[in-house]
């Protein structure tokens, strides 16, 4: 069974700059796609990025564009959530969830940021951004 491990949250000052990290194991060989959520108090889970290890495609929620960049080390199976110019407004729990295999090529564009697209979640890693 795929498991998750969620780290790299911390508390930082407005315009500063995180990379969460979501170690994978148990993932095997076959490709996955991992996604990225974000809760704060009181809101929504909303995804905010996905990696596809199939073939490398990333996706991006408008709210984050320009200021997230997600990666992956297929390597050590391992997603990475870079988060530059953070505001006091990303403050939230940050998942990460996998699926594998990766959805279809042309249905993952549609279907990452649904919390029901993910067999598997982590554990949550809290970000807080102080003004």
């Known amino acids: 069974e795929v498991q998750l491990q969620a780290s790299g949250g911390g508390l930082v000052q407005a315009g500063g700059s995180l990379r969460l990290s979501c170690a994978a194991s148990g993932v095997g060989s076959e490709d996955f796609a991992i996604g990225w959520f974000r809760q704060a108090p009181g809101q929504e889970r909303e995804g905010v990025s996905c990696?596809?290890?199939?073939?490398?495609?990333?996706y991006y929620a408008d709210s984050v564009e320009g200021r997230f960049t997600i990666s992956g080390d297929n390597a050590r199976n391992t997603v990475y959530l870079q988060i530059n110019s953070l505001k006091p407004e990303d403050t939230a729990i940050y998942y990460c969830a996998a699926r594998q295999p990766s959805p279809p090529v042309l249905l993952l564009p549609k279907l990452w940021k649904f919390r029901d697209m993910y067999y598997y979640w982590g554990q949550g890693t809290l970000v807080t951004v102080s003004s």
């Open positions: 990696f596809s290890s199939r073939d490398g495609s990333t």
